[in-house]
């Protein structure tokens, strides 16, 4: 761009578009309050026949909104069998036919059964080739179907107000740039092309939209003498719109201000690299961690969401009335979960840094043998392991009573008290979790420097204190967000839970996920699944924050 | 300037023309192998009937598949026909997912079923769908232990115990003894009900007779010590397979994991001995539906009619091995002397149709804790049945 001097077809060309896209716009969503005003007077008029407060006869005397109606009735006596219905079919001009099946051999039975398969066949509401619409409406058995004529808006007063819109901008920008210092006239631009975009669409989505609503809600009222009417799916659908409509202009400006910002910015080949990526974790992560979060407000029941606000949250937190020892408590399966925690790193830990040292001595001879298998644990899929391990539980045919009958103890039943139910999901998950540990750890030793110890010897260091005041502190920076990683992977242990115990006995060995998991799959409530996982969601976000800064005082301790 | 075409393009792109022909009716199934087999090879004959129909099978997983429905259908994006088990029939009914078929369907065509099979599909006074196959529970036992399956409990806890002091290493009978499901036969045996009455949601499962139910498959447990502890279905199919264990209550799925064929039998489940009742299993059946979404539920509901005709019927049992719910297909000599078809279908005179109601999910996990608790730990079956149903009411709250 040259500097001197601000071209002028760019920005007179920006605001015709402006005008003529926003204008398609505008006509686009014209035409959407039409069809919509059309289609829901057409359901409103469907319903009425249907629940008996107009007649057929006068909906299609009445000079005007319904161009056809009729209604088929479905009557309860089948015959042999009760749930097959017989069907009755009234309409303006055809007289009615009572209880008898439809014979599609006979012409008028099958032209009603034609007009009730089309009103079957169309989703509720459908548009018809002459801009009217058709609502096929059921309840009680009885159908009722009404082929409503176009309502029509008015568009051409939208487009002066339009045009004179547009000008208005162009003329703003044009006495603002004659003001400012060239090189700005972005900014200014985009203020200009907004402000005129949003006047427009207010002025026009809120004028289409009233017009066109008091229109068809006169007509209605008048065709079926005073009966009150309300317009909840209009007025939702177009607020919707107009509110997206009203907000688009001002995110297209925002961005537009981000940009020509940045495009002083240092950082800009930054963003531009770092953009796909957010695009990707706000459809992949946030996206679904937002509607997750909804959902933990809602209960859905038989196809229909409703709002309850903490509802969910204070029936968890509640325990649903249990005593806090229950074991379907939230409370207690809290305990239980971070007691499944401690007691599973403290031994993943324990375990995988003793064996770490073992391997960790240069004159043990085949090491790598020893090394690989020790981490085969790690690379059976944990699923597999589990049911392998519930399978060594079995009181009568596992490998573990088997093993103890051999030092003559009685058959252990694993699974029926709490303790050795638990134990059994803590041997299993060890096996799953050590080698994570040792491997973290056996890369750690090995970046230990062999001089320190060599110096330590030298200065008389015992082997307990070498391990206490050389390898513990510089094994630190590694374990500890190993461990911290490790505990937020075993609170969320689903498969080893669910798998081996799988809550038994009482569901007093379930963790929160499995809870959770329960609530969502096996009972269907969506919403209550949600809300626990929310709190899990918490309890790891103030777990993680306060490690973090423990982590940070220990670095600071050792750095 | 260059912006500006590429925002024509863009607007032309928008309006690209959409070209169809003929009609195109999608079908959602769960089936595999032989079953998959035998219901595209009916769905051929079908289009080779209707020249101007195709029809495009679509196998979705069984465990993914109520989820992926309840999204799709009332988006529009759903199939015109699906085939699924009908215990989730009133939740979907009661969604709007569903299109009742009161309209076509008629008595002749009722008539070809079952009227077993047909009742569960019955919600509200209205039909949704038409029966494929039914599944249900019966005796499998094992040829080389028993000679004659039992006809009461009394025969069957008598013949496992003298089978186990012979031989100590044979187990008399087992089942998924947690499971609600599996546990039916012997809840309705004794004459209780998941339900009070048809249409209230209130349960009877703390009933005299449900702790019965809960008391006498204990005594099998603890004191006959014919019923294995820890039967895990992994369990049960390996004892059987090993000639260790002489009853199974299982139902037809249950062949696919057997080996040997000529060395088991089935037969229907035995008369309770304290109560003179038959033990009825829960029936599911395994229905085709109409969405209430399709656009052509015209055409799709003579795919229906077409493919629970007697003939794909026969092709269905023949090729994929289904139970089907036609009578016609039994009363065929080749069939009637099968003896497998044969058990299943005698049982179906026999069984109690798994409710459609929705109340009817959150009734499984908390009784399958009570019979855990009430059969393996010894918990009181009053105890135990009052705190599920207890639980249930604070569930549905």
């Avoid at chain 2, 009933?207 to 294995?228: G, N, Y």
């Avoid at chain 2, 999910?361 to 009181?380: C, D, F, K, Y």
Wanted: glycine share 8%.
């Amino acid at each position: 761009m040259r500097d001197e001097r601000p071209g002028f077809v760019a920005p007179v060309l920006a605001v015709l578009l402006a005008v003529v896209l926003g204008g398609a716009a505008f006509d686009r969503f014209a035409a959407h309050v039409t069809g919509e005003v059309t289609a829901w007077r057409a359901e409103v008029l469907a319903l009425a026949l249907v629940e008996g407060r107009a007649p057929v006869a006068r909906l299609a005397a009445s000079d005007g909104p319904a161009a056809r109606a009729s209604l088929v009735a479905q009557d309860g006596t089948g015959g042999k069998y009760a749930f097959l219905r017989r069907y009755r079919y009234t309409d303006a001009s055809e007289a009615e036919r009572v209880g008898r099946r439809l014979d599609p051999a006979d012409a008028a039975d099958k032209a009603v059964a034609d007009a009730y398969v089309a009103a079957l066949t169309a989703p509720a509401v459908v548009p018809l080739a002459d801009g009217g619409a058709r609502a096929a409406v059921r309840r009680e058995g009885a159908t009722a179907v009404v082929d409503a004529r176009p309502v029509s808006v008015p568009t051409a007063p939208f487009w002066m107000v339009r045009a004179v819109v547009g000008a208005l901008a162009l003329a703003a920008w044009w006495l603002l740039l004659r003001r400012t210092k060239p090189g700005r006239w972005q900014a200014v631009l985009g203020a200009g092309f907004a402000a005129s975009l949003l006047l427009t669409a207010l002025l026009y989505s809120l004028g289409a939209v009233a017009f066109a609503a008091e229109g068809a809600v006169a007509a209605t009222r008048a065709a079926l003498d005073g009966q009150p009417l309300s317009a909840p799916a209009l007025a939702r659908g177009g607020g919707v719109a107009l509110a997206a409509l009203t907000v688009l202009p001002l995110v297209l400006v925002g961005v537009a201000g981000w940009i020509s910002r940045s495009r002083r910015s240092p950082h800009r080949a930054a963003y531009t690299y770092v953009g796909p990526a957010l695009v990707g974790l706000g459809v992949l992560v946030l996206a679904p961690f937002l509607f997750g979060l909804a959902l933990a407000f809602t209960r859905a029941s038989q196809g229909h969401v409703e709002w309850v606000g903490l509802q969910n949250f204070a029936r968890i937190l509640s325990s649903e009335g249990y005593g806090i020892t229950h074991p379907l408590s939230f409370y207690f399966t809290l305990v239980v979960t971070v007691l499944w925690t401690a007691i599973n790193i403290a031994l993943h830990a324990g375990i995988g840094l003793g064996l770490a040292l073992l391997l960790n001595r240069p004159t043990l001879p085949f090491k790598g043998v020893y090394r690989m298998l020790l981490i085969v644990p790690w690379a059976v899929p944990s699923y597999i392991t589990a049911l392998v391990w519930k399978g060594m539980f079995n009181k009568q045919y596992g490998l573990v009573n088997n093993v103890l009958g051999l030092a003559g103890i009685e058959p252990i039943g694993w699974f029926s008290q709490f303790w050795t139910s638990f134990t059994a999901n803590v041997v299993t998950n060890t096996w799953l979790g050590f080698p994570f540990m040792m491997v973290v750890c056996l890369g750690a030793l090995q970046s230990i420097p062999k001089e320190l110890y060599e110096a330590a010897e030298v200065d008389g260091a015992s082997r307990w204190h070498r391990f206490r005041h050389i390898t513990l502190p510089l094994l630190q920076p590694a374990l500890l967000p190993a461990i911290i990683l490790g505990s937020i992977w075993t609170f969320n242990m689903f498969n080893i839970v669910y798998l081996v115990s799988g809550g038994q006995p009482g569901n007093s060995t379930d963790i929160l996920i499995t809870e959770a998991y329960r609530w969502a799959f096996e009972q269907g409530q969506y919403g209550y699944a949600a809300a626990y996982s929310v709190l899990i969601f918490l309890i790891l976000l103030s777990y993680s924050l306060l490690t973090q800064r423990v982590a940070k005082k220990a670095e600071g301790a050792y750095a | 300037m260059r912006a500006l075409w590429l925002a024509l393009a863009l607007l032309a792109g928008c309006a690209a023309p959409e070209a169809t022909d003929g009609t195109e009716l999608v079908l959602w199934h769960a089936y595999r192998g032989a079953e998959r087999d035998a219901l595209s090879a009916a769905a051929r004959d079908f289009e080779a009937r209707t020249p101007d129909v195709r029809v495009r099978l679509v196998a979705v997983p069984y465990d993914a598949f109520p989820d992926k429905l309840s999204v799709a259908v009332p988006r529009g994006h759903g199939p015109d026909l699906f085939i699924f088990a009908h215990d989730r029939l009133g939740d979907w009914a009661a969604s709007g997912l569903l299109e009742p078929v009161g309209f076509w369907a008629d008595e002749p065509l009722v008539d070809r079923f079952y009227l077993e099979t047909v009742q569960p599909l019955v919600f509200r006074g209205e039909l949704y769908g038409l029966p494929l196959a039914f599944k249900t529970l019966a005796l499998f036992y094992d040829k080389t232990l028993v000679e004659t399956p039992p006809a009461t409990t009394d025969d069957l806890v008598a013949t496992a115990k003298r089978l186990r002091a012979q031989r100590p290493d044979v187990w008399g009978v087992a089942w998924d003894a947690d499971s609600l499901y599996f546990h039916a036969p012997w809840l309705h045996g004794f004459g209780g009900a998941v339900y009070a009455a048809p249409e209230a949601d209130e349960l009877a499962l703390t009933s005299p007779e449900a702790q019965a139910s809960a008391a006498f498959v204990r005594r099998l447990l603890v004191d006959d010590r014919i019923f294995p502890e820890e039967a895990t279905p992994a369990l049960i199919t390996s004892l059987f397979n090993q000639h260790r264990l002489a009853f199974v209550v299982n139902g037809p799925w249950f062949r696919g994991e057997l080996v040997g064929n000529d060395r088991w039998a089935v037969a229907p489940l035995p008369i309770v001995s304290e109560t003179g009742r038959p033990a009825a299993p829960f029936l599911g059946t395994e229905a085709l539906y109409l969405s209430a979404r399709s656009s052509e539920k015209r055409k799709a509901f003579e795919l229906m009619r077409f493919l629970t005709s007697d003939d794909a019927a026969r092709r269905r049992f023949r090729e994929g091995g289904q139970l089907v719910a036609n009578r016609a297909v039994y009363e065929d000599a080749a069939v009637a002397a099968d003896p497998f078809a044969r058990a299943f279908r005698e049982q179906l005179a026999r069984t109690v149709s798994l409710s459609n109601r929705p109340h009817m999910r959150g009734v499984w996990t908390p009784m399958e804790t009570a019979l855990s608790n009430a059969i393996v730990h010894g918990v009181p079956p009053a105890t135990a049945l009052g705190e599920a149903v207890d639980r249930i009411r604070r569930a549905g709250r």
